[in-house]
């Protein structure tokens, strides 16, 4: 009969703790879900590849990008070193301007790509094949020949750069200008006698049409290519993050499992007169501040127990003085009565 306070006051616990622990565990969960939830899979993001990315991969992704631009610039760089050579063998001004001209913009590119500048890094490679094909078509001494017309071609070798290095949708302006530069080149620049016979000729549309096109098929085929690969790559990454997610949460009820079992128990010890009991937890728990309260709570009950067996000690202490009291009186009365008959 004694025990029945004891194990009803430790039932009333559990179900408060089991309470707790549950709205901590469905409270945690729910932040899961909100977390979760900050990562959607959104168009025209910040980063260079134009889609959302999780604040996780984003130095990896710097990572890759870097690799990939580093990459880029070594092949211009060899490009316009194996140029070098021959412009020399052509004795032509122009031609060596030109080819020093990208060797410069090359040397600058990697200067801004080791202090990580990797978006100027990638206008200036864009720039190196633009003004190196401009330049060759500007500076030719007989004017615009039917032989020029393939360099035309070459420039989309800058699409493929803009694609590749920096956000997909600015293959566009780059397209534009490519296309805009061969329509004022056909149309301003002076012409050889055989491009003129061209041009005059049924030959025209197809002359000025093929370079237009391919500029505008590569970069339509680029943008639709590089685009769905990086939803596809966004896609993988917020499949891996929620993955991530779901295995934290699976943490998280454990240990909220784990955590509520150990404070039961303390509960039920301490229910049961064990006062020296306290719960362990560590910082990492969430339940950590509700073991601190309790084990505060269980101090404090064992200083009032103690307060209270002193009180105890104290009251029988008083009792026994009193008695003692209380028979000395009687004695010393019961002595004094003979005396006083006398």
């Not at 509960?267 to 969430?286: F, K, Y």
């Amino acid at each position: 009969m004694f025990l029945n306070p004891c194990y009803t006051a430790c039932n009333r616990d559990e179900e408060r703790t089991t309470t707790f622990s549950e709205n901590a565990k469905q409270d945690a969960m729910q932040k899961e879900r909100n977390n979760m939830a900050v990562f959607p899979l959104r168009e025209g993001a910040a980063s260079f590849t134009g889609t959302a990315k999780y604040p996780s991969m984003v130095m990896r992704e710097e990572g890759q990008r870097k690799a990939v631009v580093s990459a880029v610039l070594l092949v211009i760089l060899a490009f316009q070193v194996v140029n070098l050579p021959g412009a020399f063998l052509s004795y032509s001004t122009t031609e060596i301007g030109i080819a020093v001209l990208g060797l410069g913009l090359c040397g600058a590119a990697i200067i801004f790509n080791a202090l990580g500048r990797l978006t100027l890094v990638s206008i200036l490679l864009i720039a190196v094949v633009d003004l190196g094909c401009g330049l060759m078509l500007l500076t030719s001494p007989m004017g615009l020949d039917v032989a020029d017309l393939p360099v035309f071609d070459v420039l989309i070798v800058s699409e493929l750069i803009a694609v590749s290095l920096l956000p997909a949708r600015s293959v566009f302006p780059v397209a534009i200008s490519n296309i805009l530069f061969i329509v004022a080149d056909l149309l301003l620049q002076p012409q050889t006698p055989e491009l003129k016979m061209v041009l005059t000729s049924n030959m025209a549309y197809n002359a000025i049409m093929q370079p237009v096109l391919l500029q505008i098929v590569v970069a339509g085929v680029a943008y639709i290519w590089v685009r769905s690969a990086l939803l596809a790559i966004a896609r993988a990454d917020r499949a891996e993050e929620i993955a991530e997610l779901r295995r934290r949460e699976m943490e998280r009820a454990r240990e909220l499992d784990l955590g509520t079992e150990h404070l039961s128990e303390v509960l039920v010890r301490a229910a049961n007169g064990d006062r020296t009991v306290r719960a362990n937890l560590n910082n990492e728990n969430i339940l950590w501040r509700v073991g601190n309260s309790i084990n505060l709570l269980l101090t404090r009950l064992r200083r009032a127990g103690q307060v209270e067996q002193e009180n105890q000690r104290l009251r029988e202490e008083v009792i026994r003085l009193t008695s003692t009291l209380f028979e000395t009186r009687r004695a010393v009365e019961q002595a004094s009565r003979p005396s006083q008959q006398t």
